[in-house]
Nanobody, 124 residues
Framework: QVQLVESGGGLVQPGGSLRLSCAAS????????IGWFRQAPGKEREGVSC????????YSADSVKGRFTISRDNAKNTVYLQMNSLKPEDTAVYYC?????????????????WGQGTQVTVSS
């Protein structure tokens, strides 16, 4: 069964850090690009960051550039999103998604498999 499971969300104060994990089962991530997306209440889903399957190229949205870092460990079949200097506006449910091929995009339609999401709340 193909599955992506996010973990690492929680409540953090502004300026704090969290590391999200996206663990895959039922398939190997080696040939998949991974994207992180988020959706805040009342807002549209936003593509946050992605990492390619081939050379590990990354892309981050302007809203998180310099604060969030995406990385992958194919040996562990896991992708991470390190989030630093968190702001209240980063509060959202965060989803990871896998798209087959050498993608570098945060266009949601390019992704085939999605996790259930993990809640991140940034508040004092």
């Amino acid at each position: 069964q193909v599955q992506l499971v996010e973990s690492g969300g929680g409540l953090v104060q502004p300026g704090g850090s969290l590391r999200l994990s996206c663990a895959a089962s039922g398939f190997t991530l080696d040939y998949y690009a991974i994207g992180w997306f988020r959706q805040a209440p009342g807002k549209e889903r936003e593509g946050v960051s992605c990492i390619s399957s081939s050379d590990g190229s990354t892309y981050s949205a302007d809203s998180v550039k310099g604060r969030f870092t995406i990385s992958r460990d194919n040996a562990k079949n896991t992708v991470y999103l390190q989030m630093n200097s968190l702001k209240p506006e980063d509060t959202a449910v965060y989803y990871c998604a896998a798209g087959y091929g050498d993608l570098l995009t945060v266009v949601a339609d390019e992704y085939d498999h999605w996790g259930q999401g993990t809640q991140v709340t940034v508040s004092s």
